[in-house]
């Protein structure tokens, strides 16, 4: 598997079922960083008994076996084969009992997967198929089990020794060692297992479930970090509540214990009852962490926290069914957070999010269905689209079926497949019979990949009064099919008056006009829908709460995003057709130079950033979501052959007309909500602080900003703020950004979280000359190569979100990424991989630097020994 040239795909038609049954794993660990034994024990049973013997299949990698026995019996090197990561014991009796002993490595693996050493304490990653790295075992997540773990060592060095379910017993052993027995009663694939042993601190907290049970609630840390556990422990509690009220569902064990590491590929694991997670989803205090931060925290602990139901206590039959899991789960921690902070705000976020990293993958040379067909590198598809659009593809169901529908398909699901391990197929189903529907064409979203696209056309007849609506879908072809199908697509509209208000709806249909939001429901790839009674030509808001996963394109007058920015009742609306402006007018600039002409700033744009800086009713952070102009990677997905320079200066150029056009309003609005206040942790004042940093950052490119920004510096008490104020006068080039930096780096230098955001904030630094600053500060003492939150924010920031520095004319971004590619597989080919698809892209560019481009794909495609990860990853985007 670590040779790219070998490296061979997996369908997801070849699943055949594990001919056995493993009704219990006895674990036994002797720990040591250096070397670590595993003895393992396991009872087979043959599900089919009519057969008198079969082969037993186990996987493994990187393990040096010790001594394996079947039935009491040595195995000597004949009675089995080991082929690759494959171990086979042929001709097994109906009833077997197998036992194994190897030898492991925690302090050299620099993989992450398996089991790893992390500061002072080792700890375990088996999503997807790291189990394999600490025993011979049937690595697959429809091999269910119950686990039982001893763990044995020094108790000096291992004070803290934990696994899934419940501690069993404990005691002491000679020499200062000690051990520790844990028991999880609830059947659990590899995937789900989880140790953690070394030195750590803890805070304790308590949550009763609604039916009585007590919960000891437990997150461990490094000692220093005791301080900033406050905000992950009132999410956890929130999140357990809020799924007893929501969704009906309980917490099943007596211990719920959380385990921050800094050290991780992912943000955090759901393992069974022993959560791990990377510290930037754990740690917060005020002025170490911004409101994003905390809104992270609170996400991704509720995140995980609701695998347990959706994905524990029911898990995929195999890994192609990964969105039955997290699909499910991103929608649940989306509902989560939407119900804590504010709903709209939540959702425009979701979206952004979503238009700007899946969109792209549905375009590039990874396009793949939610459930994809086959893979190389399973690690290569925790993507956008298996998270974040299937999030958007179960939200479809909640929108067709309504709360109490959905709520019902839940019930069913669960009484169902209980303890199971599961496909899409089965969840569809659940939600088509609670709910007496046929949700057969709906399916399609599972299997088709793509951005489908819905052109829309209307026509208002003033004599008869009747507004018509024409809906075309079309979903163009991606590189992993050709040819497409209608799908059904939720799209809910309002017509608005010109004066801004809702019109009640009637269809022709109809015998009576309701509400001024209509759901229709497409499922052609043509349908008309005709309104009556519409009294004059409306202005249409089109696709409220963005209700499918597509490109809406409908050709919208100023004057029509004028009405929709200033009047809508719907969230998403108001904020897309300010992003609609303001991208029409950056794009519309970017031509001009491109044709050698002068830009201009859009009178309209003006207009309706004047109407938001005065609207002293919606909520701030929904006001500074409209401002936020489109990033330069959503225009360039916009363009196409993409303008990297022009982009920049074109927008560089409607920001700073708007800042200095709508300067006094701008200040007036940052002085009043820069009102001295302390810092509180509300949704309100987080709300504040967005309105306000989005003020400043407009208020940077006038020459009031520099100033503000120092005084903002030295008076803050929150990282928000901090950042904020740096951020902009490293953006603007002012003289006073490095003695900023200086002061940061001094007042953090010992903190890893707080430098990560030291290192991003000069990643992101547009311009060619970037690269260098980024080479000098892989030499700094607080960055490692080696550590995938340095690496994510020094080097896969510069790559991913720097487009003037990675994609500088004269090769250097290229290849200083290439090299660092290149580094990282021999380190971590997760991670990896994860750095080489910043090149994915590379066919949308100009000729120049395509070519560019190409020489260092193939530069990578050639390393000897390459990954399957990253192989996989440059072939296709080669091919
Ligand atoms: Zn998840």
Known sequence: MKDGLSAKSIYRKDYMVYPWDINQLDLYFDIGSESTIVRAEMKFHLKDEE??????????????????????RVLRG?????????????????????????????????????LYLSGAFLLTQC????????????DRPDVMTTYRVTMEAARSEFPVLLSNGNEEASGDLPAGRHWVRWHDPFPKPTYLFALVAGDLALVEDHFETRSGRDVVLRIYVEVENLDRCGHAMESLINAMHWDEERFDLEYDLDIYHVVATNDFNMGAMENKSLN???????????????????????????????????????????????????GLTVFRDEEFSADMQSRAVKRIRVIRDLRSRQFPEDDGPMAHPIRPDHYVEINNFYTATVYQKGATIIRMYHTLLGESGFQKGMKLYFERHDGQAVTCDDFLAAMADANGVNLDRFGRWYSQSGTPQVHISDHYDAATQKYTLTLKQHTPATRDQKSKKALVIPFAVGLLTTNGEDLPLQLENETDATGGTRLLVMEEAQQEYVFINIPEAPVPSLFRDYSAPVKVFYDYSPMQLATLIAYDSDAYVRWDAAQRMAQGAILEQCQRLADGKDMRLDSSLLMAFRGILSDRLADPALLAEAMILPDEDYLAEQMEVVDVDGIHVARKFIKKGLANDLASLFAKRYTELNDGQHYQKTPGAMAHRALKNVCLSYLLDTDAGE?????????????????????????????MAGAALSEFEIKWKEDALVMDKWFTMQAIKPGPDTVNRVKELMQHPAFSIQNPNKVRSLIGVFAMLNPTGFHAADDSGYEFHADRVIELDGLNPQIAARMASAFNRWKRYDDDRKKLMKAQLQRIAVVDGLSGDVSEIINNALR
Request: proline share 4%; hydrophobic share 40%; glycine share 8%.
């Open 78 to 114: 004949d009675d089995y084969t080991i082929d690759g990561e494959t171990l086979t014991i042929p001709g097994a009796p109906v009833k077997s009992v197998l036992k194994t002993e190897v030898k492991i490595h925690p302090a050299s693996n620099s993989a992450l997967e398996g």
């Open 51 to 72: 057969k008198a013997t079969q082969d037993i299949v186990l996987n493994g990698s990187d393990l040096q076996l010790v001594s394996l026995s079947l039935n009491g």
């Open 276 to 326: 791990i997670f990377n510290s930037k989803y754990v740690l917060a205090r005020p002025d170490t962490a911004t409101d994003a931060d905390y809104q992270g925290i609170e996400g991704v602990i509720g995140h995980e926290y609701f695998h347990n139901w959706t994905g524990n206590r029911v898990t995929c039959r195999d890994w192609f069914e990964l969105t039955l899991k997290e």
């Open 127 to 138: 999503e997807a198929q790291g189990f394999r790295k600490i025993t011979w075992f049937p």
């Open 707 to 735: 100033s503000l920004a120092v005084a903002q510096l030295e008076s803050s008490d929150n990282m928000t703020d901090t950042l904020a104020a740096i951020n902009g006068l490293i953006l603007v080039d002012s003289p």
